[in-house]
Structures are given as C-alpha cells and as structure tokens.
C-alpha cells in the first residue's frame, strides 16, 4: 500500500493473529497470520498461505497482544491485497476495521495503539 494514501498512522507491529473470511453465512476459509503494522481504523495482516480472498470480503479476525492472553477480536472488510516484496508464498492483506467483539475489544485495541505510540 502506497504510505502516501494512507489516512491514519500505522505501527509497524508483528503479532500473531487469525481468522476467517466469509463469502456468505455458509462458506468460511480460515487463514492464520502476523500483523505488519496495526493503527486506528484497520491492520496489514501477512497470510502465511494465500487463500484466494477478494476484495470486500468480511472478515472476523483475532490479535494476540500476549502469548496465552486473551486475543481483541474484531470484524472488518478486505480494502487491498499484495504481495510481500513480490514473493508469490506471502500474501499481504489490508483489513478496513468496521466492529469489534466487545467494547472491552475496542478499549484493549486503543492500549495497544497507545502502546505502540499512535
């Protein structure tokens, strides 16, 4: 993503995270990643395998902030999809916040943006 289009400072933040896209309520394709960096309305997650995800697609996606802890779980949309550094085993995935799980989600989310100072 062009850093000169982007809205909202990011955090450049490796954690691990999870999830599953939906097409529709009875199609899932679950996926596991690391951020890339995290910010206030959305994160770059880097897939460890590329699934075939679209652009608009929802996804419900997990962060663990700490091993063992409990992850922030949040909802968001697929904004842009690429590739890391051109390599075709690393897809990069942009996700549009649009939800969280709880507003406790939310709060831990801001924490960690505070964190890691943005």
């Given at each position: 993503?062009?850093?000169?289009?982007?809205?909202?400072?990011?955090?450049?933040?490796?954690?691990?995270?999870?999830?599953?896209?939906?097409?529709?309520?009875?199609?899932?394709?679950?996926?596991?990643?690391?951020?890339?960096?995290?910010?206030?309305?959305?994160?770059?997650?880097?897939?460890?395998?590329?699934?075939?995800?679209?652009?608009?697609?929802?996804?419900?996606?997990?962060?663990?902030?700490?091993?063992?802890?409990?992850?922030?779980?949040?909802?968001?949309?697929?904004?842009?999809?690429?590739?890391?550094?051109?390599?075709?085993?690393?897809?990069?995935?942009?996700?549009?916040?649009?939800?969280?799980?709880?507003?406790?989600?939310?709060?831990?989310?801001l924490e960690m943006l505070t964190f890691?100072?943005?």
């Amino acid at each position: 993503m062009d850093q000169t289009r982007r809205r909202f400072k990011r955090a450049a933040v490796s954690l691990t995270a999870w999830g599953e896209t939906r097409n529709d309520p009875a199609e899932s394709h679950p996926f596991d990643a690391q951020t890339r960096d995290v910010g206030a309305r959305g994160a770059c997650l880097v897939l460890n395998k590329p699934n075939g995800f679209q652009l608009g697609q929802k996804v419900h996606f997990g962060i663990e902030l700490l091993r063992g802890d409990i992850p922030i779980e949040a909802h968001g949309m697929i904004r842009w999809i690429g590739l890391e550094d051109n390599r075709q085993e690393s897809q990069l995935m942009g996700v549009e916040l649009t939800g969280m799980r709880t507003v406790h989600d939310y709060e831990r989310w801001l924490e960690m943006l505070t964190f890691f100072g943005i």
